[in-house]
């Protein structure tokens, strides 16, 4: 019985609505993560200070290095380059559901032997046994995408610049933060190294008073000794913060892509006395919504999403129109003759009838990657809400660790003061004004180093709050913004 083609299209149509019975994609529940309205551990303050003041940008060497690293730095020029690469996916992507118009040009020599004809054919003397054809061809094709797996990865991709842009912004925050930590830390070593010179100052005093007492015959010489062994001590603490130094230029190398003598004439451009401010007294919880690492991971779960969709589409039919314009002739100066002009059109249809479950196998890893891409989301969300209250507690921690630090240091230096005046006026003895000076000894260092902890944790909180870059820089490098 033979099948006519009216008939075959219709059994070929039947078959691949068959092959569409699973439906569509399987719906995978997404709910926003609920936050709080605000954070347990914000500081109890009147005082609403912005974002932008929790980074030093009152110290023209932070300014200068974020300049130059937001134009040459290699982790902000990687991601940006991501970003490019993203950008083309998606065009990609679009430009597929375009009509594909492609030219052909081509020279065929055949060559026929008369003997496969048979040999008692009388024709066979009459064929043309070489033969030359010369050839060219438009031909256009296009595929309506009726079922949207076309716009469904073009969605994906839009939605893979998003995450790219996201991660190039958290490039550029993590950037900004590790510059302005290292900053900070340089101040604080020039805090802590004049600190130390005050020491070694205070026990040269000493130790000079204790020779004179000496020559005098009132004090014996291991007084003497022992204050110049406090001020070695002091001399080594102080050459000890060379190494801290080397580090943290080397840090900023990494960080700007500048060259040692680039940072180091930065940073040693005169800088402000590390004075933290108040942070923000209170702020909502939902800001953490615009952390660039939960953009990029919401982004992540819409362009999974669509990779779903583009997945469970391919059960169903794909349409497509083709159709090709050209010219034929056996020689050359018939090429372009009305004659040689040849065309086709044709419309084609194709479907998974039996695939042994290939497809579905398809679906279910991409329902599963959308299950990871939320619980992923998720994560991020909760990272940046424990990251906000993790800094804010770091803030009261280490504030209060600061105020000690100073009295502290205040009141150590103050006993150590009063000994002194006691020893000269022979009203206490050396081991009293010694034992004085050992504990007022690094009592300033210490608080130089509270102090530095107390504006890092500013810095943390920026960081955290995904906080960009504050008005001073963007005035800077007005054109160096990674996102648009």
């Known amino acids: 019985m033979r099948l006519t083609l009216k008939s075959a299209l219709v059994i070929t149509l039947a078959a691949s609505l068959g092959a569409c019975v699973a439906g569509p994609a399987p719906e995978i529940a997404t709910p926003p993560p609920m936050l709080s309205q605000d954070f347990f551990f914000q500081p109890q303050s009147t005082t609403q200070a912005e974002l932008d003041a929790l980074l030093p940008t009152n110290d023209g060497a932070f300014l200068d290095l974020v300049s130059a690293a937001l134009k040459d730095a290699p982790s902000l020029a990687e991601a940006l380059a991501r970003v490019d690469a993203a950008r083309a996916g998606a065009r990609r992507a679009g430009k597929e559901r375009l009509p594909n118009i492609s030219a052909d040009g081509s020279v065929v020599g055949t060559r026929t032997n008369p003997a496969q004809f048979g040999t008692n054919n009388p024709f066979s003397q009459l064929i043309d046994t070489d033969q030359v054809s010369y050839g060219a061809n438009l031909t256009a094709s296009w595929d309506p995408d009726i079922f949207g797996q076309l716009r469904a990865r073009e969605r994906a991709a839009l939605a893979r610049i998003d995450g790219a842009n996201a991660s190039a912004a958290a490039v550029r925050i993590a950037l900004l933060a590790e510059i302005a930590a290292s900053v900070v830390d340089w101040r604080v070593l020039e805090a802590r190294s004049k600190s130390i010179e005050s020491d070694v100052t205070a026990a040269h005093q000493l130790a000079d008073l204790a020779q004179i007492r000496e020559e005098a015959g009132i004090a014996p010489g291991f007084d003497r000794v022992r204050a110049e062994a406090a001020a070695s001590a002091s001399r080594s603490r102080l050459a000890a913060l060379e190494s801290e130094r080397v580090r943290i230029v080397g840090r900023l190398i990494t960080l700007t892509g500048q060259s040692g003598r680039t940072v180091n004439a930065a940073l040693q451009q005169g800088g402000p006395a590390i004075n933290p401010g108040s942070p923000p007294a209170t702020l909502p919880s939902e800001l953490l919504i615009n952390r660039p690492d939960v953009v990029a991971a919401a982004s992540e779960l819409a362009a999974t999403d669509a990779d779903l969709a583009a997945t469970a589409r391919a059960r169903f039919p794909r349409v497509t129109l083709s159709g090709v314009l050209g010219l034929l002739a056996f020689n050359p100066g018939d090429l372009f003759d009305t004659d040689s002009i040849v065309g086709s059109l044709a419309a084609g249809i194709s479907a998974p ?132």
Do not use: C, H, M
Not at 413 to 420: I, S, T
Not at 456 to 478: F, K, N
């Open 353 to 484: 009838i039996l695939d042994f479950g290939r497809i579905e196998a398809e679906i279910d890893g991409a329902a599963a990657n959308k299950r990871v891409a939320f619980q992923v989301y998720r994560g991020a969300v909760f990272q940046a809400l424990g990251d906000a209250e993790a800094a804010y507690g770091l803030i009261t921690a280490s504030d209060s660790e600061a105020e000690l630090a100073i009295q502290e240091r205040d009141q150590l230096q103050r006993a150590a003061k009063l000994a002194n005046d006691r020893y000269k006026a022979g009203l206490s003895s050396f081991l009293e004004v010694l034992e004085a000076r050992r504990g007022a000894d690094a009592s300033g260092e210490r608080a130089a180093a509270a102090i530095g902890r107390a504006e890092r944790a500013r810095i943390v909180l920026w960081q955290a709050l995904g906080g960009d870059a504050p008005a001073a820089i963007s005035a800077l490098t007005p054109n160096q913004s990674p996102v648009q």
